[in-house]
């Protein structure tokens, strides 16, 4: 734009407003977030990339299967980015989907790994891709639909989720087990156990998922509600999505054969608990 046709356009309100209060808003951020819990979760992810990193040459066992599952590592390492830089903006309802999201794949992992027969749902897994290619085209209002040869195709590939010798789906929503389950179902599985963090977590990322009118507890203060929660708040849910993720590498490194060293993930550990210390998520502010 011409120099003087740029001092001839008035500014408007909002960017005259912002120009003085958005760098107040940064500072005030960058001076709330507590150093301990931000080191914490900056040594988790050192810790998750350092075990990682050249992971198919530290694998000792079920290395065929690595091609097939090692997303799940891939995407953990992304939510972990994601809560840190959440904790360090106090954005709460981010990390309440990132912790939702990662207790999905915590589950997933050791419903697959804790298995009798971790290679039949290791594949199942891989070939869904193929049927959320037929459901996304289906739902998409830009790709053409599926044709009749490309559903055959599929159903020649995946036949798990078809009606026999037919190219009808079996179920309505196919899941990727080729079964009738949920996240639940799969969470309350013997091999799995984990019925009651479900129900825990889940009591919680809900009410922001769905946008639940009892998540003004989380941001109310003694002068009414505030855009930023408390950084104690904040500090325990990330504290929590970032164990999720570090499960998800527990589990990982005992299938694959990788040493998990727990005493050092113990000492960084020592971060968060002094961070959080006599702090805790007040079970009323989401009542069942």
Same mark, same amino acid.
């Given at each position: ?8 356009? &008035?500014?408007?309100?909002?960017? *005259? ?22 080191? @914490? ?19 000792? *066992?079920?290395?065929?299967? $690595? ?10 390492? %992304? ?20 912790? $939702? ?20 749902? +290791? ?8 049927? #959320?290619?037929?459901?996304? +085209? ?13 559903? *055959? ?28 389950? %949920?996240? $639940? ?12 963090? @479900? ?16 998540? $003004?507890?989380? =941001?109310?203060? %003694? ?17 929590? +999505? ?8 527990? &589990?990982?490194? %005992? ?7 727990? =005493? ?9 608990? #002094? ?14």
């Amino acid at each position: 734009m011409d120099e003087t046709l740029r001092d001839q356009v &008035q500014i408007p309100e909002w960017q *005259k407003y912002w120009n003085e209060t958005g760098p107040k808003l940064l500072t005030y951020l960058n001076g709330n977030s507590d150093p301990l819990m931000v080191t @914490y979760l900056v040594n988790c992810i050192g810790f998750y990339s350092y075990l990682t990193e050249n992971w198919e040459k530290k694998t000792t *066992k079920n290395s065929e299967l $690595r091609g097939k599952l090692s997303i799940f590592l891939v995407e953990t390492q %992304d939510l972990m980015r994601g809560v840190l830089a959440s904790y360090e903006h106090m954005t709460m309802a981010p990390i309440a989907l990132l912790l $939702r999201t990662a207790f999905e794949i915590h589950v997933i992992v050791k419903f697959i790994m804790r298995s009798d027969d971790p290679a039949k749902w +290791a594949d199942l897994f891989d070939r869904f891709q193929y049927i #959320e290619q037929i459901l996304g +085209a289906r739902a998409s209002i830009q790709l053409p639909d599926p044709t009749d040869e490309d559903l *055959k195709r599929v159903a020649e590939m995946c036949p798990e989720w078809f009606e026999p010798g037919t190219i009808k789906f079996r179920d309505r929503r196919p899941h990727w087990t080729a079964s009738n389950t %949920d996240l $639940r179902k799969m969470a309350e599985t013997a091999h799995v156990n984990l019925g009651d963090k @479900y129900v825990d977590l889940y009591k919680i990322n809900s009410k922001f998922t769905h946008a639940s009118p009892l998540i $003004r507890n989380m =941001y109310r203060k %003694d002068n009414g509600l505030h855009s930023i929660p408390s950084r104690e708040q904040c500090g325990i849910l990330a504290m929590i +999505a970032m164990g999720e993720c570090i499960e998800v590498l527990k &589990q990982s490194c %005992d299938f694959f054969g990788v040493d998990f060293p727990g =005493y050092d993930y113990a000492i960084i550990c020592n971060d968060a608990i #002094e961070s959080i210390s006599g702090k805790c998520l007040d079970p009323n502010d989401f009542p069942s």
